[in-house]
T-cell receptor, first 115, second 114 residues
Framework: DSGVTQTPKHLITATGQRVTLRCSPR?????VYWYQQSLDQGLQFLIQ???????AKGNILERFSAQQFPDLHSELNLSSLELGDSALYFC??????????????FGNGTRLTVT | LAKTTQPISMDSYEGQEVNITCSHN???????ITWYQQFPSQGPRFIIQ???TKVTNEVASLFIPADRKSSTLSLPRVSLSDTAVYYC???????????????FGQGTTLQVKP
């Protein structure tokens, strides 16, 4: 168990809809990362937050947005969904700074199916 | 941002040692090298991390030459359950860093045969 919790595990919705994916990082971790993994594809970096602030953006569509709350949990919002948004969405967290090189710890993902 | 290059796939047999090499020619001073294992429909799992020379833990060893432009993950005596995708990730793990884009390459699909 990585300590990273993602909910829901599965989500089925229709095109045009909006969904919210939730991530609770490991206790004490300040950074949250979101990745998208389509079928037979690699992990595509979407966005990173550190202690509530956006730190890095990857290939995140304008229809997607995220935030990290004061309690450090994060939400990824996907709107105007298209069939191509069907994928596994992973959240990962890593520890604070201070000379410690903390690796990423991943949750088990949310499988989104857009029909 | 250091780009990584790995072989797309590798085959091995149970009981053999497997070495997977990752090239990262433009690795930066603050970058660490981390390897992950991913099974289908699961999140990647941390295997090992290093900065230079050699690191060993209970599941693998990581060899990093002095120039740090490549690294080799060594899996001793693999079993069928080691069949997975292995990712090499190079980056600055400090969460507060502005170089927070931790981008995975395509990974190496290891197939272990009986």
């Amino acid at each position: 168990d990585s300590g990273v919790t993602q909910t829901p595990k599965h989500l089925i919705t229709a095109t045009g809809q909006r969904v919210t994916l939730r991530c609770s990082p490991r206790s004490g971790d300040l950074s949250v990362y979101w990745y998208q993994q389509s079928l037979d594809q690699g992990l595509q970096f979407l966005i990173q937050y550190y202690n509530g602030e956006e730190r890095a953006k990857g290939n995140i569509l304008e229809r997607f947005s995220a935030q990290q709350f004061p309690d450090l949990h994060s939400e990824l919002n996907l709107s105007s969904l298209e069939l191509g948004d069907s994928a596994l969405y992973f959240c990962a967290s890593s520890g604070p700074t201070g000379g410690v090189r903390s690796p990423l710890h991943f949750g088990n993902g949310t499988r989104l199916t857009v029909t | 941002l250091a780009k990584t290059t790995q072989p797309i796939s590798m085959d091995s047999y149970e009981g053999q040692e497997v070495n997977i090499t990752c090239s990262h020619n433009n690795i930066a001073t603050n970058d660490y090298i981390t390897w992950y294992q991913q099974f289908p429909s699961q999140g990647p799992r941390f295997i090992i991390q290093g900065y230079k020379t050699k690191v060993t833990n209970e599941v693998a060893s990581l060899f990093i030459p002095a120039d740090r432009k490549s690294s080799t993950l060594s899996l001793p005596r693999v079993s069928l359950s080691d069949t997975a995708v292995y990712y090499c990730l190079v980056g600055d793990m400090r969460g507060s860093s502005n170089t927070g884009k931790l981008i995975f390459g395509q990974g190496t699909t290891l197939q272990v045969k009986p």
